[in-house]
């Protein structure tokens, strides 16, 4: 290459690789940056011939590329990219340009090249990721979709809307409030009201009732996310998913709920009013009477845990800050005042403030009534206190009564079966778990001969 020194330098200062070739490809000048991009000094490149360094996978259309600008007769500009062997054998993707433009003071043409490796491989995991999402949208039961921020535009949708929403995706592409029309009206205004939302930048959680064809009875669970980017909203996706079954389980739970609670109650007041009747009568059939009170009392007590199991398995509302400190203290003071014999400590209160479900308090003051009422003597004592941790709080309930039966610590830990048959003392221990699973947290439990038994309920912080 003619030129002067301070030209060569200024070459070997650039951040890309530039090069002279002659017709052949050939190397006649590489300037200082090719051993940053790709470990050669420039004088072990020249005389070499730039395709030997090509991948062969990419050689051809390289070649290509280069014989039709250098043989075209009129004025050609050329971009290529391609694979070049580094110096330690292995390859870096470079995008070359050069045009046929050269005069008597070169000694070929200038290739310019940029090192665009790791564009090259972003754009290749995106593609794979891309890829992926339509095998998991093409096979997902759930409708998984995008718009753009105002619903003027769908991005994206899988084929599981037009079973569910009983539309087809084509008139959804052609206009996109389409889906509206598949709404029940009644709930249409309160999805209106979730898009208004989602284009705000608020996440949104909800459900409603959607297809015509089967009269509306089709009930989906939304959940949708804003796509911000620099504070705008940009996006909108989420997924719609079928809920129907669910929601029909939970209407069947709530009728038999009813109606067995209803007659359960109504029965067994008319036995224990029966039973006043025969003490009155016969006043030496106390003793045998007694048995009949105490189970039917406890009936209902267990109609009344029922009612609270199903009110907490089919109410969906979100969780909201507890207190814990102060459930604890509510549930001593309450299980106190039903059994005074028993002596109830409370150790340290570290204030803890979760995210949780209102039956929490009536967890703990089961734990704290159970303790009490399967203790062997007639004036037990139970410990109760609160530990701040790290990732929220701890609630511990001790006692020194014999260690509670596998089958019932399994319930509170959720190691039981539910298809296996449960004979229990109630449904107080099913409470428990469901109450701090549902709220975010874990229970276990420790019992031994010795040390009695300790259960330790796992709440996370709230807030998160």
Do not use: C
């Not at 004025?75 to 990219?81: L, P």
């Not at 209803?262 to 006043?276: A, F, Q």
């Not at 221990?429 to 019992?447: D, Q």
Request: without cysteine.
């Amino acid at each position: 290459m003619n030129g002067s020194q301070p030209h060569r330098l200024l070459l070997d200062q650039a951040q890309d690789k530039v090069a002279l070739l002659d017709e052949g490809g050939v190397y006649t000048y590489v300037n200082g940056a090719v051993k940053r991009i790709l470990g050669f000094d420039p004088d072990e490149l020249v005389g070499t011939n730039v395709f030997e360094h090509v991948h062969s996978d990419d050689r051809e259309d390289v070649r290509r590329t280069f014989r039709g600008a250098v043989r075209s007769d009129e004025f050609t500009e050329v971009t290529a990219e391609y694979r070049h062997r580094t110096r330690d054998g292995s390859w870096v993707w470079l995008e070359s340009r050069m045009s046929n433009l050269t005069d008597d003071a070169l000694d070929g043409f200038v290739v310019s090249s940029r090192d665009i490796t790791d564009r090259v491989e972003a754009e290749r995991e995106r593609a794979e990721v891309a890829s992926h999402l339509r095998e998991i949208a093409a096979v997902s039961s759930d409708v998984l979709w995008m718009f753009d921020a105002d619903w003027s535009e769908l991005l994206f949708v899988n084929p599981s809307y037009e079973e569910i929403y009983g539309t087809s995706v084509a008139e959804l592409r052609g206009d996109p409030d389409a889906f509206l029309d598949a709404i029940h009206p009644d709930d249409v205004p309160a999805v209106r009201e979730a898009m208004e939302r989602l284009s705000e930048g608020t996440p949104v959680d909800i459900e409603h009732r959607v297809n015509p064809d089967e009269d509306y009875n089709r009930w989906v669970w939304i959940q949708g996310e804003p796509i911000t980017v620099d504070g705008e909203v940009v996006r909108i996706t989420g997924f719609s998913r079928d809920v129907t079954d669910r929601r029909r389980r939970e209407r069947q739970l709530v009728v038999m709920d009813n109606l067995l609670r209803h007659n359960l109650r109504n029965d067994l007041n008319l036995i224990l009013g029966t039973v006043e009747t025969i003490e009155s009568a016969v006043p030496d059939a106390t003793e045998h009477t007694a048995v009949i009170r105490r189970v039917g009392e406890q009936l209902l007590a267990t109609a009344e845990k029922e009612r609270e199991v199903i009110e907490l398995i089919t109410d969906h509302r979100d969780g909201e800050p507890i207190a814990l400190d102060e459930v604890i203290e509510e549930s001593v003071e309450r299980v106190g005042e039903r059994f005074p014999a028993a002596s109830i400590e409370v150790g340290s209160l570290d204030p803890v403030v979760t995210d949780g479900r209102t039956e929490l308090r009536s967890a703990v003051t089961e734990l704290l009534e159970n303790a009490v009422r399967h203790a062997d003597d007639d004036a037990p004592t139970v410990t109760v206190e609160l530990r701040r941790t790290a990732d929220g709080g701890e609630i511990v309930v001790r006692d020194d009564h014999a260690p509670i039966p596998t089958v019932e610590a399994n319930v509170l830990t959720g190691d039981h079966d539910m298809t296996d048959v449960y004979h229990s003392s109630g449904l107080g221990f099913w409470l428990v778990y469901w109450s701090v699973e549902l709220s975010g947290g874990s229970v276990a439990v420790e019992s031994s001969d010795e040390r009695g038994n300790e259960i330790t309920i796992r709440l996370p912080a709230g807030g998160k």
